[in-house]
């Protein structure tokens, strides 16, 4: 079955990095257009960034531009999230996610989620 397997989440200070894997099995990965999203405490789930299949094409949320980095490697079938100048605001469950489009992942039409990885970023 498909899998998604996030890592990399933590506890970090302000102004810190982090960098998420989403390691996938069962899914022809360089098929999928790849993103992230993350849910907030008593907030709704939100676009992060997504990246198309080849790499070529990423889109990202006003909020992290400039500060987050999505890649993939395709030959590893791995996502990644490279996080930068973490602010507390960042606080999140990140989750991992698959698409047959990146507008369509843009716009939260997922086929596949990631169970999710907690960061936390203090003050």
């Known amino acids: 079955q498909v899998q998604l397997v996030e890592s990399g989440g933590g506890l970090v200070q302000a102004g810190g990095s982090l960098r998420l894997s989403c390691a996938t099995s069962?899914?022809?990965?360089?098929?999928?257009?790849m993103g992230w999203f993350r849910q907030a405490p008593g907030k709704g789930r939100e676009f992060v960034a997504a990246?198309?299949?080849?790499?070529?094409?990423?889109h990202y949320a006003d909020s992290v531009k400039g500060r987050f980095t999505i890649s993939r490697d395709n030959a590893k079938n791995t996502v990644y999230l490279q996080m930068n100048s973490l602010k507390p605001e960042d606080t999140a469950v990140y989750y991992c996610?698959?698409?047959?489009?990146?507008?369509?992942?843009?716009?939260?039409?997922?086929?596949?989620w990631g169970q999710g990885t907690q960061v936390t970023v203090s003050s």
């Open positions: 990246e198309g299949w080849s790499g070529a094409i990423t």
């Open positions: 996610a698959a698409g047959t489009s990146i507008r369509m992942v843009i716009a939260g039409g997922i086929s596949y």
């Open positions: 069962g899914l022809t990965f360089s098929s999928y257009e």
